[in-house]
């Protein structure tokens, strides 16, 4: 019961649902809270099944790719610094004619905001360290997940708390702050690489 709930909290901190609701509020603040709610579903649920293969098979696709865990953390890295840019220098909307926007799908939120590198490697690393206890670590990622969903349902309440100039000012705040984790992702992968190298 111990290693089920010491695994439930390592799974659920790196997830770190907390850490990314001011995120993925930001990127979905055009859209209405119905909208929200499925995007954020769906994008969950893709997550879900990304660290399901790679708790099952990550060391075998990374191997069939030739991808060191290095690499992804370095290319997700890069795919948050430029999703992070756009965030702070956004294109003042009173000025250009507002498009409909489109609805985020698996990159960034899936990957590699739930489903990163932190994720991928723990779960290859738990698997390794269990070998025969693989349904035991999945039962254990399956209730972080949920816990994790949950927050991020109740998120389109927290969001209803800001109005539209206080949202800008945290959207160009949590692009700062992504941009740091961006380049923290990078310079580790980067630093990671050339030590086994």
Known sequence: MDKYLSNIILLFFIIDPLGNLPVIL?????????????????EMLIALI???????YGEKVLFIFNIKMEIISISGGIILFLMSIKMIFKENENNVIKKEKKAPFIVPIAIPLLAGP???????????????????????????????????????????FFNEKRSNEIERLMGLILIMISVQMIFEGVKNYFLIN
């Open 26 to 42: 930001s990127m979905l603040s055009s859209f209405e809270a119905k909208k929200k709610r499925l995007i954020i579903l769906r």
């Open 50 to 56: 990304l660290m399901i293969i790679f708790l099952f």
């Open 118 to 160: 932190g994720v991928f490697s723990t779960l290859i690393f738990l698997s390794d360290k269990n070998v025969n206890k693989s349904y035991e670590i999945l039962l254990s990622l399956i209730i972080a997940w949920t816990f994790s969903l949950i927050i991020f349902l109740f998120s389109t309440i927290i969001s209803n």
